[in-house]
């Protein structure tokens, strides 16, 4: 079955970085358009960033361009957003996405939390 597992999730300061990672398995991941998510309870999802099932396109939420890079590597079937400068409101729990044959599949998530 499909399993999407983040990590790198954890607690900085403001300023600082953070690198999230997401491990596939359960499908052709070379074929999935892979994306990040941020969600506070309450609240819907929003798009962080997307990378293109060839990683040739790339999409950011406005507020993350130019701090948020998102890569993948289709050989390890993992998919990274690196996350620099952070500031508080980027405290969520982040979650990996792919979208594989017309449906999403979700990862369990990952606490970030920016705060001195």
């Known amino acids: 079955q499909v399993q999407l597992v983040e990590s790198g999730g954890g607690l900085v300061q403001p300023g600082g970085s953070l690198r999230l990672s997401c491990a596939a398995s359960g499908f052709t991941f070379s074929s999935a358009a892979m994306s990040w998510y941020r969600q506070t309870p309450g609240k819907e999802r929003e798009l962080v960033a997307l990378i293109s099932s060839g990683g040739g396109s790339t999409k950011y939420a406005d507020s993350m361009k130019g701090r948020f890079t998102i890569s993948r590597d289709n050989f390890k079937n993992t998919v990274a957003l690196q996350m620099n400068n952070l500031k508080p409101e980027a405290t969520d729990v982040y979650y990996c996405?792919?979208?594989?044959?017309?449906?999403?599949?979700w990862g369990q998530g990952t606490q970030v939390t920016v705060s001195s």
């Open positions: 996405n792919a979208l594989w044959r017309y449906i999403n599949y």
